[in-house]
């Protein structure tokens, strides 16, 4: 039986409480529920008056708050199916997969299969570089790639920490009991062209800087790119120098020179100042385009 409306304002600010819709259960005690579950109760089950809520139903929680859930909601049916798949251990193999095919895991994420290809990570050497000023060493970081041998390649678009699409990269040397069910035996129409965004992840193939690209900002660039960045957006010369630029409180721009190969700064930095075209006139500024091993790129500085 719906019981009352509790919860929610109750004449000032102070006293705010978010709403909820009393419930008594029929074995003889009462619970509280969301509006939202309670508009999803009535898309779902009938409520007569006099009799209350018709059906048969569960108990869940989302985070903190309870939930009622109609067994005819088309959630629970799914639920259900899931947690039998779960239960039947019935796990893909490799020898099953599929290139294009798209699999669920234990966790309820899908992934497309993409292939089995070398995985490559990275791992990082640090080599002496000289004193510091207070007399300890210095070190320089230096990445190294590492080809880890054949892994299966899964592939699903996501979001970024800032809402942007991005395509997450799942690589697994054994299947194990990760897959649990194939959602579609048939390819993807977009395999050919997701493949080629694959092919620019480091996953895939290293990052060369051998091949690293320095082009010339015209100055109406570098005035745009100023602009739309903020202070720790790196700039380059011709030479051996990277910079960071930005704006300071009397109008005049503040430019931090720093040698390219110095990881942790212990090399001594210099700062100018001037007008952005005065810093654009002296430093001739640069982006960086870095490349992979197959030659896709990987980061455009622009």
């Known amino acids: 039986m719906l019981n009352k409306k509790v919860g929610d304002y109750s004449g000032h600010w102070g006293n705010h409480r978010q709403a909820y819709t009393r419930v008594f259960d029929p074995r003889g005690f009462e619970f509280e529920v969301t509006i939202e579950n309670l508009l999803y109760i009535l898309e779902n089950a009938n409520s007569i008056k006099g009799k209350g809520l018709e059906g048969d139903f569960i108990f869940g929680w989302d985070g903190k708050d309870l939930l009622l859930m109609p067994v005819d909601s088309p ?20 020898k099953d997969l599929k290139l294009g095919a798209t699999y669920k895991t234990k966790t309820n994420e899908e992934w497309i299969y993409m292939g089995r290809f070398d995985y490559h990570t990275t791992e990082y050497d640090n080599i002496p570089e000289g004193r510091t000023n207070w007399g300890g060493v210095s070190y320089k970081s230096v990445k190294k790639d590492v080809n880890k041998g054949k892994y299966h390649f899964f592939i699903r678009n996501t979001k970024d920490y800032m809402d942007r699409p991005y ?11 990760r897959f649990i069910d194939t959602v579609s035996i048939d390819c993807v129409e977009n395999y050919a062209e997701l493949f080629e965004k694959l092919e620019c992840k480091t ?6 800087k051998s091949k690293d690209e320095y082009i010339k ?3 109406e660039e570098f005035n745009d790119s100023i602009n739309k960045s903020n202070r720790w957006k790196e700039y380059y010369d011709n030479t051996k120098y990277k910079y960071e630029i930005y704006l300071g409180k009397d109008d005049l721009y503040y430019c931090k020179m720093k040698d390219k190969d110095d990881s942790y700064g212990y090399k001594k930095e210099k700062t100018i100042q001037g007008t952005l075209e005065e810093i654009y006139n002296l430093i001739k500024p640069m982006y960086k385009n870095e490349y992979l091993v197959n030659n896709k790129l990987y980061s455009e500085g622009k």
């Open 75 to 94: 959630d629970y049916k799914e639920i259900t199916e899931y947690s039998e798949m779960i239960l039947r251990n019935n796990y893909i193999k490799a």
């Open 167 to 177: 395509l997450s990269v799942l690589t697994i040397k054994s299947l194990g009991e």
């Open 203 to 208: 996953e895939y193939s290293p990052y060369d």
């Open 217 to 219: 900002y015209t100055f």
